[in-house]
DNA sequence: GTCACCATGTAAATAGTTACATGATTTG
DNA sequence: CAAATCATGTAACTATTTACATGGTGAC
């Protein structure tokens, strides 16, 4: 229930084409909702049959032509609609952790390299989030209308500082895993 | 390409029926990952088929009647192989930014209460995750074994940290921007 | 013996991923 | 015009969720 809401909330600032969206998934939305193009493009067709969003005239609607989409007052309604809805907190379901856990049961394998991996990746993407923040959200000139995209901007900085916090940590207690292992080997 | 790893873990710390394997899903690695009886179900009958677990003897394998199952050494096999494997992490997904980005668009309706309920329950989840922590990994008491066990302990009480924290700034930004629209409609 | 609950399962729907097909436009 | 890239789409598969079906066992 939630691509079709994200798309329309993407399409309201900015009407777009198909592939265009998923660009922008790619930049900004798809940090928290990530979607492939050909979920978007099957998704789209549903919210035009449905009434929601139309294509806007063009030329001729062929195969390799770009169709650019708009929102129709009904698909407002909807997403309005859509935002005051309720869902339960999802748990992170995340495999890293999963292996983590298994690891605890039939050993460690490579895993160590796997975090360090993450960690770097976690990084990269910390750092490109506080980029956005000093370029979008200056301090003192955080507008009102600006406010809930800085909130959520903050919690996508929150998420990633708390992996790489953890994942540091936890390389840390690896680490030392290993050195009484190898104390215990030379014993 | 996780659950069917989520379960031998499971099976390998203790040999389980289907339900049994549900409930401590609801327990301790559902934390993380979540699944149905309905999927563990299925996903048994595959694991037994690949010859990575097995029934265990009991008196007649009937519709109501309980069946235990236990990994074989293919199945620890399997899932040694899968630690050392490697995943892409996991953007968050979560509908409730989605929901506060669709906001910043369409404008917030009873969002806040959403958020205070989901404050509420984060917050519920880490007291059980501290008491957890205090009952299963007492300070000066932690074994080598453990520490990965601990690890993602730390890892879910992180993650509620974030998520109590973010909310309770994100309802303050959200408390100010009222008192503001107030201020402006009393002029 | 019936009601509540335990236990296993089937079926159908929705969501998401991966691989590939096809036409249009631009660039050398 | 050939190659690269833009753009839309189909098909098949895997994963997940939701609703329901069926039998077994123990308490009253």
Redesign the pocket.
Known sequence: ???PHAILTALLEKPS????LARRFDKSIGYFW??????I??E??KLEQDGLIRALPAGA????????YEVLPAGRDALTAWVSGSDAPRPV?DPLLLRLRAAAVVGTGGLEEELRRHLDLHRSQLAEYRAIEERDFPPERDGEEDRLRHAVLRGGIGLETFWTEWLAETLTALGERNEEKERKRRQ
């Open positions: 229930m939630s691509l084409s198909g592939l265009e990530s979607a492939t193009h050909q979920q493009y099957r789209l067709g609607p062929a195969r390799g032509q770009k169709k650019e379901r």
